[in-house]
């Protein structure tokens, strides 16, 4: 690993400090070198708060070392007004000579307008270092931005013949630390989704419970859309939506009519419009099933346990290959991703 690459490093360490808090924002990290020394550090806090070079630039105590540094960004510098002002500038004020850059972000706004101010400006920029790193953990922002919908995580229990429940029956299949793993997952992720069969039979609250986090926003998607006015989803503790071909009406709750329930383009392209970066879909089969159908899916993470169902509601079926196994207790977690 070269010089560049190790500060790079740095930057996206930082950078992942902000998982789960600056959504829809990307999460950037940015360090600065002075004589291959770091006299700055800092990342994206907070979604509407200071970007990663804003709080870096500010972390140097002798701002006069600046014109003779080297600062490292994980995503290209903004070069507009949004709700702060363009990184870029800043950069140029401080007359900060040379920008190391991850990636080009695909924001529109941006989108390489920000390298173009700062190399015009005759900034020496260095750009792709860790490129595939850097787009790796802002997958969220990458594939909202490029393909104009939410990344789209599915996630299931299952039994170790292949079951993920039984019907009209609600039935744990994971472990206390697979509940704990869910719910940090839930804290990432903008929006959790659910069918209405699921949220009629297992009654849940989609909320995080088990550790100190945001709760994501409720989705669930409901052919009839009629669902038990007493719910878990209804009781306010977080933002509900229900898409359905039905305009039900349900306190704490937004519906939303759908021209088919069927329609993930519809579901998906709202979403986006509400700037709803990733969703978890957490079932249950038929919903899970409508995702794969439709190939609208970037990740897949199964808990399998080591209990037997024997029959029931049977898992869903992948062709793709695993990428991943991780033995957690009594469980093994696979993840899959989709190939582009």
């Not at 690459?5 to 740095?10: A, G, K, L, T």
């Not at 992942?16 to 806090?45: A, F, R, T, W």
């Not at 849940?204 to 052919?223: A, D, Q």
């Not at 794969?292 to 509601?313: A, M, V």
């Amino acid at each position: 690993m070269n010089t560049h690459e190790q500060y790079m490093q740095r930057c996206l360490q930082l950078a992942l400090k902000g998982l789960g808090n600056v959504s829809p924002n990307p999460m950037v990290g940015c360090v600065i070198v002075h004589d291959n020394k770091i006299i700055g550090e800092g990342y994206h806090q907070k979604y509407g708060e200071a970007h990663a070079e804003v709080n870096a630039i500010n972390s140097v105590q002798d701002k006069s070392l600046l014109k003779s540094s080297t600062l490292y960004v994980s995503l290209e510098p903004c070069n507009h007004f949004g709700k702060t002002p363009p990184c870029a500038d800043l950069i140029l004020k401080y007359e900060i000579p040379n920008v190391v850059i991850g990636i080009q972000d695909p924001f529109e706004k941006v989108n390489g307008s920000g390298i173009k101010k700062l190399k015009d400006a005759g900034v020496n920029i260095t750009d792709g270092v860790l490129e595939e790193e850097c787009r790796e953990i802002n997958k969220r922002f990458f594939t909202f931005h490029i393909e104009k919908r939410p990344y789209v995580i599915l996630k299931w229990a299952q039994s170790k013949d292949g079951f993920i429940g039984k019907k009209n029956q609600s039935l744990r299949i994971s472990n206390e630390l697979t509940r704990v793993i869910n719910d940090t997952w839930r804290t990432q992720e903008d929006a959790v989704l659910i069918g209405g069969e699921t949220a009629r039979v297992d009654n849940p609250h989609l909320t995080v419970r088990t550790i100190e986090g945001r709760n994501p926003m409720r989705i669930i998607l409901s052919k009839s859309g009629d669902l038990p006015a007493n719910s878990n989803l209804f009781d306010g503790s977080a933002t509900t939506l229900v898409y359905s071909k039905n305009n039900f009406q349900y306190s704490n709750c937004e519906t939303v009519e759908m021209p088919d329930e069927t329609n993930l383009d519809f579901l998906l392209s709202d979403l986006y419009r509400r700037n709803i970066q990733s969703v978890i879909v957490e079932g249950g089969s038929s919903v899970l099933n409508q995702f794969l159908k439709s190939d609208y899916w970037d990740e897949i993470r199964i808990f399998e346990s080591e209990d037997l169902l024997e029959d029931g509601i049977l898992a869903p079926t992948i062709s793709s290959a695993i990428s991943s196994f991780e033995q957690i207790d009594n469980n093994q977690l696979k993840i899959i991703y989709r190939r582009k």
